[in-house]
Antibody, heavy 112, light 112 residues
Framework: QVQLKESGPGLVQPSQTLSLTCTVS????????VHWVRQPTGKGLEWMGV???????DYNSALKSRLSISRDTSKSQVFLKMNSLQTEDIATYYC??????WGQGVMVTVSS | DIVMTQGALPNPVPSGESASITCRSS???????????LNWFLQRPGQSPQLLTY???TRASGVSERFSGSGSGTYFTLKISRVRAEDAGVYYC?????????FGSGTKLEIK
């Protein structure tokens, strides 16, 4: 069945780079798009970006200068990298297939 | 960016009653293909968001017929018929008409 699982460090130091991995199973990354969405604790959802089946990407313009999404189709993994992290980036980060199937999310804290 | 504005519910809603959530967009969500790109999600406490409907009114796979989306242009409604305890949570609308794909701030549904 379709599964997505986010992984990565739960703690990142201010101004450092966040690196997350979304490992998928039950489908091919060349057939379905994968989005990243984040949610600060107790707040709403923010769409971050998407990697399309062909490998191209689109980003939220508010994050575009800091954000990069890539993939390794052979490993069924999608990667999110965001630099210059600040406390405003504290959130649960989700990956989702076409926004229809979601991972469980990974909580990221920014602190020294 | 397209701003999504959601209405509130008169919580708590008695079990078995109906509830309607409104969502307004700052720009028409009709695309040149004629489809209206509006999604509805439910996020239950402690869980990842779940896609309920897309293209305004098409129910996602496995979603109960008690959930029905409607609307056009810039005004949309999600109706939940015969509400049950499992329907409690926060409902989000999201436009996927243009980047960035923005969410409403969420509408909380409590069941009595």
């Amino acid at each position: 069945q379709v599964q997505l699982k986010e992984s990565g460090p739960g703690l990142v130091q201010p101004s450092q780079t966040l690196s997350l991995t979304c490992t998928v199973s039950g489908f091919s990354l060349t057939s379905y798009n994968v989005h990243w969405v984040r949610q600060p604790t107790g707040k709403g959802l923010e769409w971050m970006g998407v990697i399309w089946t062909g490998g191209s990407t689109d980003y939220n313009s508010a994050l575009k200068s800091r954000l990069s999404i890539s993939r390794d189709t052979s490993k069924s993994q999608v990667f999110l990298k965001m630099n210059s992290l600040q406390t405003e980036d504290i959130a649960t980060y989700y990956c989702a297939r076409d926004l229809a199937y979601w991972g469980q999310g990974v909580m990221v804290t920014v602190s020294s | 960016d397209i701003v999504m504005t959601q209405g509130a519910l008169p919580n708590p809603v008695p079990s078995g009653e109906s509830a309607s959530i409104t969502c307004r967009s700052s720009k028409s969500l009709v695309y040149k293909d004629g489809k209206t790109y509006l999604n509805w999600f439910l996020q239950r406490p402690g869980q990842s968001p779940q896609l309920l409907t897309y293209w305004t009114s098409t129910r996602a796979s496995g979603v109960s017929e008690r959930f029905s989306g409607s609307g056009s242009g810039t005004y949309f409604t999600l109706k939940i018929s015969r509400v049950r305890a499992e329907d409690a949570g926060v409902y989000y609308c999201q436009q996927v008409r243009e980047y960035p794909f923005t969410f409403g701030s969420g509408t909380k549904l409590e069941i009595k």
